[in-house]
């Protein structure tokens, strides 16, 4: 076998006996290197079958499974394993590193694990991806060999400081962003291309370089990979925290809709047409409201005009006519949503200090990467907003979705 070239700092990868580990770092740091150079040696100790996702993989043939046969190929292992679409297997003792996409077409994100026994050690690569505690406590659960020592390796580079790996393993832990750490259960390893300089190429460090001096936020967001206040590809830039104004042109309540996973949200607006400024206050952010809790919610609102999802027809109508809300339903079409975002861009965003959902969701909704598609996660606020918004101000002339 090669010599492994790895950098210092990801030693206690080797080492420790935590069950968790959490790689944070920007881009060169290391990172996959050193988890693939430690996954391939762990196959060769007796009892381990290693599981390797990602949150989305379409196809491990196209995806992981050639960067993994190139860290066999560059540590010189070729003939020790057999690499198949879906595996790589130790040809020593039969150990197994298993990879599997955790998002399905189904929705049914665990099934393609449930065969899948003896897992040792799990790899989250691209936590940051990974949107449900749940689903990773379900898997996480199921790593529990009595033989060996079991692992939970998530690999990352950080997201925003609204995601729940940053709450639960650091805040919560008052573990401080970019820490090289041990605690009862978990290791943290935090590097950069500094920490990997040796093995970089001259002319990418003088890139790096460059973009720290011209492009600072990306050089600290990509390169240093810090935990962010606000997401890459934020969509909405144009707000600031202000107190509440009513006396716009147009007052009213959005509101989006949901119960078990999702919240029900509801914002009250007043837009000034004239000045081009919208302000938002957050009224209702909640899971598990029933038609008499919203109702109850917005008792003191409900003879203000309220313009509720109208995926729920029902809903809407039993705050009607049961309860005396004065609601009516959004209208959606083709290009609706990137219309209410356009619209609500073109004015200045002021959002009351206590709004704090509101401003978890702004310094989170963003676009799909590489298209003008927004993401359908942090937006159960700002989708109500859109709707009231789009109501008031969407004209012919803005597009086809008008209403009379």
């Known amino acids: 076998m090669s010599k492994i070239n790895l950098p210092t700092k990801y030693a206690p990868l080797f080492?420790?006996?935590?069950?968790?580990?959490?790689l944070t770092g920007g881009r060169a740091s290391g990172k996959s290197f050193s988890v693939a150079s430690m996954l391939l040696l762990l196959t060769y100790e007796t009892g381990h079958n290693i599981l390797y996702t990602r949150f989305?993989?379409?196809?491990?043939?196209t995806s992981i499974?050639?960067?993994?046969t190139e860290k066999i190929e560059i540590l010189g292992l070729e003939n020790d394993f057999i690499i198949n679409k879906t595996d790589i297997t130790n040809k020593h003792n039969g150990n197994k590193i298993y990879f599997r996409g955790l998002k399905t077409g189904s929705g049914n994100q665990t099934a393609s694990l449930k065969s899948l026994t003896g897992i040792t050690?799990?790899?989250?690569?691209?936590?940051?991806?990974?949107?449900d505690e749940l689903l990773f406590d379900k898997i996480d659960l199921s790593v529990r060999s009595k033989d060996a020592q079991n692992r939970v390796i998530m690999v990352m580079n950080p997201a925003t400081k609204a995601h729940w790996i940053y709450k639960r393993f650091f805040e919560k832990r008052g573990v401080a962003d970019g820490s090289n750490q041990k605690t009862e259960d978990t290791t943290y390893i935090h590097t950069t291309y500094l920490d990997n300089e040796k093995n970089l190429d001259s002319t990418f460090i003088d890139n790096i370089e460059r973009m720290a001096k011209d492009r600072p936020e990306e050089y600290k967001a990509q390169i240093l990979g810090g935990w962010r206040d606000t997401a890459e590809g934020v969509i909405f830039n144009n707000w600031e925290l202000k107190e509440f104004k009513e006396g716009g042109d147009h007052y009213g309540i959005g509101m989006d809709f949901g119960f078990s996973k999702?919240?029900?949200?509801?914002?009250?607006?007043s837009i000034d047409k004239n000045k081009k400024?919208?302000?938002?206050k957050e009224l209702v952010y909640a899971q598990g409201l029933t038609t008499s809790e919203i109702a109850y919610k917005l008792k003191s609102y409900k003879d203000v005009l309220t313009i509720g999802d109208s995926a729920e027809p029902r809903l809407l109508h039993e705050l009607k006519h049961s309860y005396g809300l004065n609601i009516k339903p959004s209208i959606k079409g083709a290009g609706s949503i990137n219309l209410g975002i356009a619209l609500m861009q073109e004015y200045k965003l002021y959002v009351h200090p206590s709004s704090v959902n509101l401003v978890t969701e702004l310094n989170n909704y963003v676009w799909k990467k590489d298209k003008d598609v927004?993401?359908?996660?942090?937006?159960?606020?700002l989708d109500g907003c859109r709707y009231l918004i789009s109501y008031f101000l969407s004209t012919p002339?803005?597009?086809?979705y008008f209403i009379s």
């Open 15 to 22: 080492l420790d006996k935590s069950r968790y580990f959490i």
């Open 56 to 61: 989305t993989m379409t196809s491990a043939s």
């Open 65 to 68: 499974i050639p960067e993994m």
């Open 121 to 131: 050690t799990w790899i989250l690569d691209e936590a940051e991806e990974m949107p």
């Open 262 to 269: 999702d919240p029900t949200g509801a914002t009250l607006i």
């Open 277 to 280: 400024e919208i302000y938002l």
């Open 374 to 381: 927004a993401i359908d996660d942090w937006n159960h606020l």
């Open 397 to 400: 002339n803005a597009g086809k």
